[in-house]
């Protein structure tokens, strides 16, 4: 690599980051304070190496912002419809297996219990995170095809929709048939991880078989 430092445009930079800083931080502002340590490092780079630096390192400073907090009112209105759908499928799926359950917005009542899909529920954290985790999966496999790679991408949210959905099925069944205290206890939480799982594994496979399509593909030529 050529190093061509370009430390005039580098300092004005990293000045700018640490005021965003100091703005987000006095004022309490995460999005700010949180998010001045891309421009941060861009402008360090830049001062030791140059400007091919930062295209060396795209994946590492577009990876940083999923440190960056969500605005409060994008979370929200995510947070809701999600809550919403996700709880209206599992209603579907469960009556449609027999169970006696219901739903009066995200209130689920299945027997004598009634479950509330609360924000935690609604995947939205999970999503998140698993758009990290398969972002970073993509970035190391780094398969040849670039259709591939943006396939994988594009499934990671709805194969961690779909497991949010099984994780709350799993929450009323187990309130409908050992109480709500079983519901409400250990496996509550043992369903987050549950649901983690299943997504890691629902990417896996379909990596696996898209894999074999494109091979295919390619030998077909």
Known sequence: MTVN???????????????????????GILIFEIGAFI?????????????RSISIAW????????????PGPIVDALTGALKGQVSHIAEVLLYSAGYPVARSGVLITVGQYQLLVADACSGMNSMFSLLAVGSLYVYVTNHSSKIRNILLILAILPIAFVANIVRVMILI???????????????HDFAGMILFMIALIGMFILDVILGVVFKNRKNNI
């Open 5 to 27: 430092p370009q430390p005039k445009i580098g300092f004005v930079i990293v000045v700018l980051a640490l005021l965003l800083y100091i703005l987000g931080r006095s004022q």
């Open 39 to 51: 421009p941060l490092m861009c402008g360090l780079l830049i001062i030791s190496k140059g400007w």
């Open 59 to 70: 994946f590492a400073i577009v990876f940083m912002l999923f440190l960056v907090p969500i």
């Open 173 to 187: 069944l187990v309130t409908y048939h050992f109480g709500d205290a079983a519901g409400q206890g250990f496996i």
